[in-house]
């Protein structure tokens, strides 16, 4: 599991099949994002999606590339096409404004900086 791809995949601008599609696949993923390779079953076990829907995040996760097949591309029963992650190439979503700010409120330390651990 790579918390770091799945937080890469948190800030793209993706349709709701495809980024839960994607989680599941990152969740596979290493820490560069690659070798993911769950079968479709197994994504559509994690997604709550059918295995058909499934395939066709995939299909456009393919398209778009977002994601890569580097081994097994035709896949099969017993042959889990093992996949590249590619969140760079994605689309980001705007930065997320809380209510507050958009009231005009200063923000709090936490939305502006990052607390430096002192150990």
């Not at 993923?29 to 829907?53: C, F, I, M």
């Not at 705007?94 to 939305?111: C, H, L, T």
Request: charged share 25%.
């Amino acid at each position: 599991m790579s918390v770091k791809i799945m937080g890469m995949v948190w800030e793209l601008d993706l349709p709701h099949s495809e980024a839960w599609v994607l989680m599941a696949l990152a969740d596979h993923a290493d820490h560069v994002g690659e070798n993911a390779y769950p079968g479709v079953a197994l994504l559509a076990w994690k997604t709550g999606y059918s295995e058909r829907q499934v395939q066709y995040a995939l299909s456009r996760l393919r398209d778009v590339g977002l994601i890569e097949p580097v081994a097994f591309e035709a896949g099969g029963r017993g042959h889990a096409t093992v996949y590249r992650i590619c969140p760079e190439k994605g689309a980001k979503r705007a930065p997320f404004i809380s209510p507050d700010m958009r009231k005009g409120a200063s923000p709090s330390p936490f939305e502006t900086e990052r607390v430096q651990n002192s150990a």
